[in-house]
């Protein structure tokens, strides 16, 4: 499956923004998606996840409450709509997915970047105070 995040831009604390990311290849509903960010000089951090079917989500605690993440297989499109944001939101926002072997798999490596199999090329996030 091959993956385009979209959607960053430059925004005001307490802003908002929608990142989209685009699938195409396999039928999307095989995988599930995450999104993670990476800061300058940072290592990348998990931000969130969502099932296969979008019946579940996780979260960051950082983003826990400000960010949502939802999917529409029928559109291979998977979206993480960022709230309240802030200037330590700012990075590159990478979405990603992985075929998990099985629900009990996937939540016990959701936030593992190493556990996702495709990425995006990333789109950047900028905050500003």
């Known amino acids: 499956v091959q993956l385009q995040a979209s959607g960053g831009g430059l925004v005001q604390a307490g802003g908002s923004l929608r990142l989209s990311c685009a699938t195409s290849g396999r039928t999307v509903s095989s995988y599930v998606m995450g999104w993670f960010r990476q800061a300058p000089g940072k290592e990348r951090e998990f931000v969130g996840t969502i099932s296969w079917g979008g019946d579940t989500t996780y979260y960051a605690e950082s983003v826990q409450g400000r960010f949502t993440i939802s999917r529409d297989n029928g559109r291979s499109m998977a979206y993480l709509q960022m709230n309240s944001l802030k200037p330590e939101d700012t990075a590159v926002y990478y979405c990603?997915?992985?075929?998990?072997?099985?629900?009990?798999?996937?939540?016990?490596?959701?936030?593992?970047?190493?556990?996702?199999?495709?990425w995006g090329q990333g789109t950047q996030v900028t905050v500003s105070s």
């Open positions: 990603a997915a992985s075929d998990f072997q099985s629900r009990g798999v996937w939540v016990s490596l959701k936030d593992k970047g190493s556990a996702y199999d495709y």
